[in-house]
């Protein structure tokens, strides 16, 4: 691998949405450059891309597979991502380890829902991007229209590098319009009539270029593949390229051009930080310090661990010693490997621009960074669609834990916890698919399987008046027998309420001793008696059984917050008073008085931007209206798109994903973060303690 300096190193991310032929396009480069002799087809299972039993499956990728091939005197890195947004975190992870974004089209179906989101993505990321349109060789391709769509959502920086000669089954080559040919015929555009223009954008990125440009001086080879780099890196150029990678006509032409045009290795500027804070530039030496970030974990059955990682600066070799982010000692590098698909080769040291993996570290994780500078983390997106789940064969607790602690490890987007208000272990993923695809996993790797509903809202309860009242406990059995009576005041405690302001109130609380706060609930105690009525070591008993049965919820089983409880009187007995006594006690007539005090249900209320086409916003915001949602905003997202804002309750959007596939014909998104707690309609909660009722009956 250190024969190919990062200059000669071409790391590309193919990226796009389900169907294109990205994984169709890797299979055949592998083919036709001689890297790998067999046929390789996603139809029949023996891609080599997606080698993955879920993948052979369902025939298409679930996650990244990183393949590597040599051309033209250049090494090739190619990460090839799952099309489907609902695996989006493969192809954001991968984003980390590459320079290029290779966004590929179905030429038959053009711009897609997961087109825009890897070129918006992308863009984030700082990445150079190309445009690859393939299945050129498909039916009913209305090139014109398909070339004015692309241009409408990325804009007219996208510009045509090639022109194809026929469509469909008369695809027969590709006539570029950076060198235009004497003869074009059969092209079904003109390529003189975009060489010019193409030249201006191309000279406009540099002001001196341009300048000799008009002087009548063209850049030569070289300076044009500079230009054009340039131009990849601000965005004011996006070259686009025709090509059917089942044909293979327009293959050798796309190769050329990734070699000229796809950014070297050595061409972004990485910033990152040193071990004081300090911003610091990668130069791509491969003489200095070594700085190097995992972009993606798989857990393979057989290898188990493995870590995929870029070098960016410096060189890493096999048997070093080196500082890692997410260890304390650092650890120490005992093989490297060069990644083809699933197979790994073992290198001995791997420079700038390399991708190599390190397999059984567990204190690597993706995100990782090694050496002394640390790399910016990854924006993953947050997952939203949950299931409640348990195993489905009864002491399999241990096994799916781990299971699914694996799962997490080499997914970013799906996340496992327990909920300890409603006592669920919760998993969340993209959506629907994205858990359907990995209980298939945990089943096959794991041999594991879960059974899953839909989780629990988590819902507060909480009270909206001022009540008051007493609980005597006795209890006489024979000897010692129990004695504990507690007077208690309570009132409504609003989030943001200033809990010393509020206690020290003297026309609220004349007789105040001490007050606590205890944030996590928002629970204001106020202990307010006097004379020894309660003797003070009964104290933290009351307080006890206050908080055990705010956690056990008075009206639906929900936590309690929001309130303040004073204890302004009691009575005790000096033989059958004890801490117990006092516990139940206060248990009770805190249970009593609540639900004297207009006790309410919470419930969590999310902020949900909502991106759709033009034409969809108003079905949208009629559904978003029946669902209790208020919309906040709006705004243009181009390319024919708009961004819906609101607030709604976590209830209404439990299964959005689903009901938002089928208003949009699966063109739209939804991201939500939690924003409050809100009081719950009268009607609405009714049918919630009906329902905690009735599961109470049940159990």
Request: glycine share 8%.
């Amino acid at each position: 691998m250190s024969k190919f300096t990062a200059e000669n190193i071409r790391n590309i991310a193919f990226c796009g949405h389900g169907g294109s032929g990205k994984t169709t396009l890797a299979d055949t480069l592998l083919c036709v450059t001689g890297t790998v002799n067999k046929n390789a087809s996603v139809d029949d299972g023996s891609s080599i891309c997606d080698f993955d039993d879920e993948e052979k499956a369902h025939k298409y990728s679930i996650e990244s597979s990183i393949i590597h091939f040599d051309h033209a005197g250049k090494r090739f890195n190619i990460v090839d991502n799952p099309g489907y947004p609902d695996f989006i975190g493969a192809t954001i992870g991968s984003f980390g380890g590459v320079d290029t974004a290779a966004i590929v089209i179905n030429a038959q179906s053009g711009i897609e829902v997961n087109t825009r989101r890897v070129f918006a993505e992308s863009k984030k990321a700082g990445l150079g991007r190309l445009v690859i349109i393939n299945k050129m060789d498909g039916d009913n391709i209305d090139f014109e229209s398909l070339i004015a769509n692309i241009q409408d959502v990325f804009g007219q920086e996208a510009v045509l590098f090639n022109v194809p000669i026929g469509h469909g089954h008369e695809f027969s080559g590709v006539v570029s319009t950076l060198n235009p040919p004497a003869d074009a015929a059969g092209a079904l555009v003109d390529p003189a009539q975009i060489h010019e223009s193409l030249i201006e954008s191309i000279v406009s990125v540099d002001d001196a270029a341009m300048e000799r440009y008009f002087e009548g001086e063209l850049p030569d080879e070289a300076q044009m593949s500079a230009l054009i780099a340039k131009g990849m890196v601000e965005g004011s150029l996006i070259p686009m390229f025709c090509v059917s990678s089942k044909t293979k006509v327009g293959l050798n032409e796309l190769m050329d051009a990734l070699a000229a045009y796809a950014l070297p290795a050595n061409f972004l500027t990485r910033t990152v930080k040193d071990a004081e804070g300090n911003d610091v530039e990668l130069k791509a030496d491969p003489n200095g310090p070594v700085a190097a970030h995992v972009f993606k974990t798989r857990i393979d059955p057989f290898v188990q661990k493995i870590n995929y990682m870029r070098v960016f600066n410096g060189t890493l070799k096999t048997g070093m010693q080196i500082a890692a982010s997410s260890s304390r000692r650092g650890l120490k590098i005992a093989q490297l490997f060069e990644i083809q698909a699933d197979q790994l080769q073992p290198v001995d040291e791997a420079g700038p621009g390399s991708i190599v993996a390190v397999t059984k570290s567990e204190e690597l994780h993706t995100g990782t960074s090694l050496g002394d500078l640390t790399f910016p983390a990854f924006a993953f997106p947050t997952p939203m669609v949950g299931l409640a789940a348990s195993p489905k064969s009864r002491g399999d607790e241990a096994k799916v834990s781990g299971a699914l602690t694996k799962l997490a490890e080499e997914d970013n987007t799906f996340l496992v916890e327990r909920n300890d208000q409603t006592k669920q272990l919760i998993i969340t993923g993209m959506s629907e698919l994205h858990l359907q695809v990995l209980q298939e996993r945990l089943k096959r790797r794991d041999k594991v399987e879960l059974e899953t509903k839909e989780p629990k809202i988590p819902y507060r309860e909480t009270i909206q008046a001022e009540a008051s009242g007493s609980y005597r406990h006795k209890k006489q059995s024979g000897g010692a027998g129990q004695f504990g009576e507690v007077h208690i005041r309570m009132y409504p405690f609003p989030g943001g309420t200033d809990p010393e302001e509020f206690a020290t109130n003297k026309e609220r609380f004349p007789s105040m001793k001490e007050f606590k706060h205890f944030p996590e609930n928002n629970f204001l105690w106020i202990d307010s008696v006097v004379g020894g009525t309660i003797p003070a070591n009964f104290m933290p008993a009351i307080e006890k059984g206050f908080k055990e049965r705010m956690e056990k919820g008075v009206i639906a089983g929900y936590h309690v917050q929001d309130l303040c409880v004073e204890v302004h009187f009691g009575k005790y007995h000096p033989v059958d008073s004890n801490e117990q006594a006092f516990k139940t006690a206060a248990s009770n007539v805190f249970k009593n008085v609540f639900q004297e005090a207009r006790p309410s249900l919470l419930e969590p209320i999310v902020n949900l931007e909502v991106t759709v086409p033009d034409d969809k916003v108003g079905d949208i915001c009629s559904d978003l209206s029946t669902r209790r949602g208020r919309q906040t905003g709006s705004e243009s997202a181009g390319g024919g798109m708009q961004v819906i804002k609101a607030e709604i309750p976590l209830a209404e959007v439990m299964t959005y994903s689903r009901s938002l596939a089928s208003m949009t014909g699966g063109q739209g998104s939804y991201v939500i973060e939690f924003n409050r707690y809100d009081v719950v309609p009268g009607n609405v909660q009714a049918q919630v303690i009906a329902a905690a009722d009735l599961q109470e009956d049940e159990e």
